[in-house]
Nanobody, 120 residues
Framework: QVQLVESGGGLVQAGGSLRLSCAAS????????MGWYRQAPGKQRELVAA???????NYADSVKGRFTISRDNARNTGYLQMNNLKPEDTAVYYC??????????????WGQGTQVTVSS
């Protein structure tokens, strides 16, 4: 059983910052790619940022220069630092990871989501 748990969401004023965390737990051998997605009301879920096991990152154009994705492989934890937040960043943010379990099965799994609300 593998689980991703996000934390760090909340309400912030425009221009503020938040740091999201995604902790993976269970019988994990290794984590490949990790990503952060978001879904605003009435919109499709979209990729915000992703990071490979080697630390290569990519970002949606809308967050480039404002958001930074990182990971701590020793702690099986990923992070999303969000600066200069805008009202349009308001959404539920989900963590996603592709990982191998200790019996070498590969899974793609999602966290439960954390709400980020940016007020103008």
């Amino acid at each position: 059983q593998v689980q991703l748990v996000e934390s760090g969401g909340g309400l912030v004023q425009a221009g503020g910052s938040l740091r999201l965390s995604c902790a993976a737990s269970g019988s994990i051998f290794s984590i490949n790619n990790m990503g952060w997605y978001r879904q605003a009301p009435g919109k499709q879920r979209e990729l915000v940022a992703a990071i490979t096991s080697a630390g290569v990152t990519n970002y949606a154009d809308s967050v480039k220069g404002r958001f930074t994705i990182s990971r701590d492989n020793a702690r099986n934890t990923g992070y999303l630092q969000m600066n200069n937040l805008k009202p349009e960043d308001t959404a539920v943010y989900y963590c996603n990871a592709g990982l191998y379990t200790t019996n070498f099965n590969f899974y793609t799994t999602w966290g439960q989501g954390t709400q980020v609300t940016v007020s103008s």
